[in-house]
C-alpha cells in the first residue's frame, strides 16, 4: 500500500469512519420499566356501639313473678320463669314490699325494684353477709335479707356486683350517678365494653356510653 493510502486510512480512523470489521457490535438493551406503587389499603371503619338490643325499654316491658321461694321482674314477652312447689300464706314479693310500683326497667333490665343503696340504712347493726350474686337489701331504715343483685332498683357501689357473669353498670347525670348491677349478656362474657354491650344498656336519655370501672351511661341531657 502507498503512503497516501496509509495515511487516509489513519484519518478515517481518526475521524470515527468505519472500517470494514469482522461482524457488527450488539445492540445495547433498554432500560427495564420501573414498577408502579401499590395502591394503598383503605382505613377500616371505626365500630359502633353494641349491637345487643336491651331487655327493656320502660316498665311497661316488664312483669312482675312471685311464688314462696323467689321475686323478680322479667320481660312481659318472655314466659313467666318455673315457680317451686313449696306452700305459703304469702309470696316472697308481697313478703319484702315489692310490688309492680317497684318494679322498673333500669339499665336495659327489667328488676323488681328491692332497695339495695346501703347509704339508707340508718339502723346500727351491721349487715347480713351474703353470698356471691346476693346483696343485703334495706327496709325502711334497716337491714333487709340477702336479694338477687340483679333485682335491685340500685346498689351502693360498683363493688357490690359481686356475681361471676354479672358487670355494673354507673348512670350518670345531675344531680348524681346510681350504680346497678346486670348480668353479661351472651357474647360479650369476654368484652364487657361498651363496642359489645352499650347498646344493651345504655337506654333512654342515659344513651352515651363510656368504658370506666365497668361501663358508665351517661346521660347528655340531664
Request: glycine share 14%; hydrophobic share 30%.
Amino acid at each position: 500500500m502507498s503512503r497516501a493510502a496509509v495515511l487516509v486510512a489513519v484519518l478515517l480512523s481518526a475521524c470515527g469512519g468505519s472500517t470494514s470489521a469482522n461482524g457488527s457490535g450488539g445492540t445495547a438493551g433498554t432500560a427495564g420499566t420501573a414498577g408502579t406503587a401499590g395502591t394503598a389499603g383503605t382505613a377500616g371503619t371505626a365500630g359502633t356501639g353494641g349491637g345487643l338490643d336491651p331487655e327493656c325499654t320502660s316498665d311497661a316491658d316488664c312483669a312482675l313473678f312471685s311464688d314462696c321461694c323467689s321475686c323478680l321482674a322479667y320481660p312481659a314477652t318472655h314466659k313467666p320463669p318455673p315457680g317451686c312447689d313449696a306452700m305459703c300464706a304469702i309470696d316472697q314479693c308481697a313478703s319484702l314490699g315489692i310490688s309492680k310500683d317497684t318494679m322498673h326497667c333500669t339499665a336495659g333490665r327489667c328488676v323488681a325494684g328491692f332497695e339495695c343503696d346501703h347509704n339508707q340504712a340508718a339502723c346500727e347493726s351491721l349487715p347480713p353477709q351474703c353470698p356471691a350474686g346476693q346483696t343485703a337489701s334495706v327496709n325502711g331504715a334497716c337491714w333487709g335479707p340477702c336479694v338477687d343483685e340483679l333485682e335491685c332498683a340500685r346498689v351502693t357501689s360498683c363493688a357490690d356486683c359481686t356475681g361471676t357473669l354479672n358487670t355494673c353498670v354507673t348512670r350518670a347525670g345531675d344531680p348524681g350517678s346510681t350504680a346497678h348491677c346486670v348480668d353479661i349478656p351472651k357474647g360479650c362474657e369476654g368484652s364487657v365494653s361498651c363496642a359489645c354491650m352499650g347498646q344493651n344498656v345504655c337506654t333512654g336519655a342515659f344513651d352515651s356510653c363510656s368504658d370506666a370501672s365497668g361501663l358508665v351511661c351517661d346521660c347528655p341531657a340531664c
